[in-house]
């Protein structure tokens, strides 16, 4: 596999030479050196996409071709997925499991895209004028720059890949600097599948340097960006320098409702993957549990036991149910949640350090956490920890319910527990967030929008929508009997 970054068709090192190694989080071993870019390399990308786009035939090549090579790219997807889920696991520390389950869905998005970049040949609309035809059609935007994180390495570079490449965009996508790996593999399949030069760029390296380049550039068209919320503030403003599009999906301190009424043992089960799965490190984690009150202790009792028997690992071992958190500094950022919500007056009942066992020393593991006796108001109940930290709210009213949910930031996803389904769909209906679960936590597919209310994010992923996102909608309206109008 080729360790480099794609640049208008060549695979190319860093202008500067300089180099970063990428690190296993499980045992700090050394994976991979890959170059560091910075703004020259970042620049050199946008230029060859600004080209590609501007004098290119991508944007011409009818909807039909280009959806063939999406689908081609999600075949090859398929074709890897082993040694592509491999990488995922070595690089960001999830299971294997979860790895060959995130390069199923990246195949699927690749293949929606595909199949959908064909299907909307505009819309002729009634115009009002005598003697006319009023149609809507949808253009490409142009050079899309797309930033994404370390905690779904490919699964997020996908959605923003696969529609950008189906409605005729050329773009610049830089991974996060600590998990680079796949988004190298998978270029390489773009590559493979026949996408021509200058279409799709990779740059790597740090967000400060080739992140805030593209969210900087005048040449970039539209800007797409998944991380955290204070560098969404960032890339916003940057992006305001020429007004371009702006996408993001940010993070989230989403809430898990259990009323009385719930499936118990259920609601138990998934209010653990909920929030520890991928050691928490999920935006749309459920790291805020909402119990109602009759079933509180019992509730919580039971979280409890099974909260102890979470089997951390390494993700290549079968036995593994959680792997380590991403960095030292992710690591600690975790532990010191715990200080705060300890010196807040939460209850720590379980976990709250990093794991003993010899054979976890050498990776960034921290114990599977939980908090009861918070409050809204707590810092660890209102920020993203971002890690494997459940607080536990207690709340007796539907009405109550919905008001300490509500009562965020944030506005991702959340979940609601109960056999009563009338009861599910109002509160669903109060819940502003982009996603609610009815007795679930976590789906997502292809199909279906992605994406935050409030400062969880701007626009949306997946779904049709995550395909308008990357067009431009033009009207052309066509005076079909053109007669001077004497005005002047
Ligand atoms: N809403 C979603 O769908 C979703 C999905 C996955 C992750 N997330 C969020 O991502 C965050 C975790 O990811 P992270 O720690 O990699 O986030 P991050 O914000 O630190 O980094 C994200 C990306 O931004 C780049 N970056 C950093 N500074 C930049 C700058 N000044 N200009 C442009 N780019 C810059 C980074 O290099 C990286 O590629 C969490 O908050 C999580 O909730 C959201
Ligand atoms: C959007 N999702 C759930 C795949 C990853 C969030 O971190």
Partial sequence: MNK????????VTATSGQTRTIINPFN???????????ETDAQSAVDAARNAFDHGEWRHTPATERGKLVSKVAELIER?????????????????????DDMSDIAEVFRYYGGLADKDGGEMIESPLPDSRSKVVREPVGVCGQITPWNYPLLQASWKLAPALAAGNTLVIK???ITPLTTIKVTELIEEAGVPKGVANLVLGSGAKTGQLLAESHSVDLISFTGGVETGRKVMTAASGNFKKIALELGGKNPNIV????DFETAVDQALNAVFFHAGQVCSAGARLLVQDSIHDEFVEALVERTKQIKLGNGFDDSTQSGPLISKEHLEKVESYVDIGVKEGANLIVGGKRPEAEELQSGFFFEPTIFTNCETSMQIVQEETFGPLLTIERFSTEQQAVQLANDSKY???GAVWTTDIRKAERVSSELRMGTVWINDFHPYFAQAPW???????IGRELGKQGLEEYTEVKHVFENTNPAPLNWF
């Fill in 411 to 413: 506005g991702l996803a």
């Fill in 4 to 11: 480099k970054m794609y640049i208008n068709g060549q695979w």
């Fill in 451 to 457: 994406g935050g209310y409030k400062s969880s994010g």
């Fill in 80 to 100: 890897d997925q082993q040694e592509l889920a491999e990488l995922e696991t070595l690089d960001s520390g999830k299971t294997l499991t979860e790895s060959l």
């Fill in 28 to 38: 700090q071993e050394q994976i991979a050196e890959v170059p560091e870019g910075d």
């Fill in 175 to 177: 991974p996060s600097e």
């Fill in 259 to 262: 009323f009385a009424d719930a």
